[in-house]
């Protein structure tokens, strides 16, 4: 595919349309890429509050990503049944209800490896609702608004355990930087609005 798009200039690749919905699938992705990136920091700082081992903290990260494989494999399935926009929408919430158990003050293992599978399970369905939505939106733009939606996500992971670090050094604690994911998340639903209907309706294909 790399030496089809080299070779063949005809295919008449474009920049993307940067409108309110693609602006908000960026914010969305990267929030996600947050996430996902500070969550490997907070596993370790985690792992002192809980004064579990190495082995016990790191299979948050693998709660995460069973739960990205669960969610690969309904996902096409679900977006087909409630349309993208919902699906983007729940996601959200999904993702947020995943964080505020992940940082509940005190919270036991079990709640945590919880959290971490919603978080990695919500996710999924975000990264591949975004994607999908890119691509149908863009039409021609879509291959250069996929770049720039993963170039601003690898940003954000790059500020993300930053942050984190940052945080945990304060009287906020770390906490604070995987809750301003979440944050983000809210104020991404708010930006968006009541009607989620140019992202996708039920029925659509999920592609």
């Known amino acids: 595919m790399l030496f089809r798009s080299v070779t063949e ?6 920049a993307p349309l940067r409108d309110r919905p693609t ?31 190495r082995t016990m903290s790191g299979l948050h990260g693998t709660s995460v990503a069973a739960a ?12 087909s049944a409630l349309g ?7 996601s959200a919430i999904g993702v947020v209800v995943g964080v505020v158990v992940y940082t509940w003050p005190d919270a036991g293992y079990a709640m945590t490896m ?13 990264v591949i609702s975004v994607n999908a939505f890119l691509i149908a939106h863009q039409g ?8 720039e939606a993963n170039a601003l996500a690898a940003l954000a992971g790059l500020i993300a355990p930053l942050a984190i670090g940052a945080a945990a050094a304060t009287v906020l604690g770390w906490r604070t930087g ?14 968006r609005g009541r009607s989620t ?10 592609q």
């Open 9 to 14: 200039p005809h295919l008449d690749a474009r």
């Open 23 to 53: 602006r908000i699938s960026y914010t969305q992705l990267a929030l996600f890429a947050w996430l996902m990136y500070g969550l490997g920091a907070a596993n370790a700082l985690l792992r002192d509050d809980q004064g579990t081992s």
């Open 68 to 79: 990205g494989v669960l969610s690969g494999l309904v996902a096409s399935r679900l977006i």
């Open 84 to 90: 993208r926009g919902l699906m983007l929408r729940l």
């Open 114 to 126: 919880a959290g971490s599978f919603l978080i990695g399970m919500f996710g999924t369905f975000v």
């Open 140 to 147: 021609a733009g879509g291959p250069s608004s996929l770049s």
């Open 178 to 191: 995987i809750l301003l994911a979440a944050g983000g998340m809210v104020a991404v639903e708010i930006w």
């Open 197 to 206: 209907s140019v992202y996708g309706e039920a029925g659509a294909s999920a």
